[in-house]
């Protein structure tokens, strides 16, 4: 009675986590890389390549090799939430978490561009949006030609144009948008360890009858 007990517990456990994760939309469908590197006007630092998808080919660069100026700059169709500098360029927009990112920009002064500053420092000090900053910047890139959407983590410090990159995430369904900062579920988490819970009862019961 007691192995049928365990059996039982074990598979309430799985199906409890199985509900879980199918009663909630859109579960498992976000990617998220732990990044932590920094980027400025250094050499070895001074040209980063942001691989998302983890393909071999980079989708963004951190561009600080001009010195005075860093920048976020998409390859080929890529593109990001920015909005208009003073001069006619464009400012990487920095998003507050669970603002929306998708084909339409969620702010009325947004628009997406292929290049927008991070942040620029001379003899007199230092200027951008992201000084002293830690926010997300909203990407729009392709995988296997379909478009999707994501988010880079950054933080630039206040008083010289360097900073780190944290991290990044995207959504795997090609067009849908995803919310600045979001992460898969931990509906997706509880589904793992229930999985790994039983998975472990039956390995230490093979163990047993073996012994």
């Known amino acids: 009675m007691r192995g049928w007990r365990r059996i039982f517990w074990c598979f309430s456990v799985l199906g409890l986590a199985l509900a879980f994760a199918s009663a909630s939309h859109g579960q ?13 006007p250094i050499p070895g630092f001074d040209y980063r390549l942001l691989d998302l998808d983890g393909d071999g080919t980079a989708d963004f660069v951190i561009d600080s090799t001009m010195g005075i100026t860093t920048v976020l700059q998409a390859n080929e169709e890529n593109r990001m939430l920015a909005f208009p500098n003073w001069d006619g360029g464009a400012l990487l927009d920095p998003l507050l978490e669970g603002l ?10 947004q628009f997406w561009a292929g290049r927008a500053s991070i942040s620029a420092c001379s003899t007199i000090g230092c200027l951008g949006p ?7 910047a909203g ?3 392709r995988i296997d030609g379909a478009i999707h959407y994501g988010w880079i983590h950054l933080e630039n410090w206040d008083w010289v144009n360097v900073g780190n990159v944290l991290g990044w995430a995207y959504e795997t369904r090609p067009g849908v948008p995803i ?4 992460v898969p579920e931990p509906s997706t988490w509880a589904l793992m360890i229930g999985g790994g819970v039983l998975m472990m009862w039956f390995r230490r019961k093979q163990h047993e009858r073996r012994g």
């Open 28 to 40: 498992g469908t976000i990617r998220y890389v732990d990044a932590n590197f920094s980027y400025g």
């Open 100 to 109: 929306p990112i998708g084909a339409r920009p969620a702010l009325p002064d």
């Open 130 to 136: 992201w000084l002293g900053v830690r926010a997300y």
């Open 139 to 141: 990407v729009e890139f």
């Open 179 to 182: 919310l600045a900062g979001a």
